[in-house]
């Protein structure tokens, strides 16, 4: 089985990065990276579906990283999230 996995960031080198720690553990592993700068939020109803985790970078552009996580684990068969931030302030 081949592990899938969402990364979520505004930082291009933080999803090349992710990806390489990713496929050293799970060679096989599935990315997908979603960049909220550029592609605008996901929408309220985002499950993840079809992932098994999502890794949450703090760059969600204008959008509070925070305020992300919160509509993630609010939703009905979210996968796992791991969020990764520098500066967080809660």
């Not at 969402?6 to 979603?34: E, Q």
């Not at 592609?39 to 985790?53: M, R, T, V, Y």
């Not at 509509?71 to 979210?78: E, V």
Request: proline fraction near 6%.
């Amino acid at each position: 089985m081949n592990v899938k996995v969402m990364i979520i960031d505004g930082y291009a080198n933080f999803h090349s990065l992710l990806m390489h720690h990713v496929t050293t553990h799970w060679p096989d592993a599935m990315i997908s990276a979603y960049d909220p700068t550029s592609a605008d939020h996901l929408p309220a109803e985002f499950s993840g579906a079809g992932n098994d985790i999502i890794l949450l970078g703090e760059n969600q552009g204008e959008r509070d990283p925070l305020l992300t996580s919160r509509q993630f684990t609010a939703a009905r068969g979210i996968p796992a999230i791991i969020y990764f931030c520098t500066d967080c302030k809660e």
